[in-house]
């Protein structure tokens, strides 16, 4: 049985978005490729032809494995989110109490990490040391080197 994958509405929504166009739009263009490829000639010897079959081959793990992630997936409900408690789906507001910056991340499951866009994995150190936690908590986060940096959540959002 297939790990459960938590997602936000928004992450589930685009899992089925990109298995639609790599069902559609991807299989047309390798399809494409491989009869632009089979009218050279002899296949047994055509680099662009294992080229095309071979990308066929990941574009089909790629949609398998996106297939398998909608199938196991929990679809956080923003209406049960709970507006005081960091959890998946919630926006929270962190001040780094020993340099006073601020930043702010979206809790998401890990299908929708993207760090650099402020979207945290539920599964990451930080994501994982943020959830239950509520507002003026100061939350430890463990670092590679050097002592325990911490946070305090300063806002939540649902």
Do not use: C, W
């Not at 978005?17 to 491989?34: K, P």
């Not at 002899?42 to 398998?64: C, F, G, P, T, V």
């Amino acid at each position: 049985m297939a790990k459960e994958t938590v997602v936000t509405r928004e992450g589930y929504e685009k899992l089925k978005e990109e298995i639609e166009d790599l069902s559609v739009r991807g299989r047309r263009e390798i399809a494409e490729r491989i009869k632009e490829a089979r009218d050279f000639g002899d296949i047994s010897e055509n680099a662009e032809y294992d080229a095309a079959k071979n990308d066929q081959a990941m574009l089909e793990a790629r949609i398998a494995s996106l297939e398998d992630k909608l199938r196991s997936a929990a679809v956080v409900d923003v209406k049960n989110i709970e507006k005081d408690v960091v959890g998946v789906g919630t926006t929270v507001h962190l001040k780094d109490q020993k340099t006073d910056k601020s930043s702010k991340f979206k809790i998401v499951g890990s299908s929708e990490a993207d760090p650099a866009n402020g979207k945290l994995s539920n599964e990451s150190p930080i994501g994982k040391a943020l959830i239950g936690h509520k507002r003026n908590d100061i939350v430890k986060i463990p670092v590679p080197r050097g002592p325990a940096r911490q946070l305090k959540v300063t806002k939540i959002e649902a």
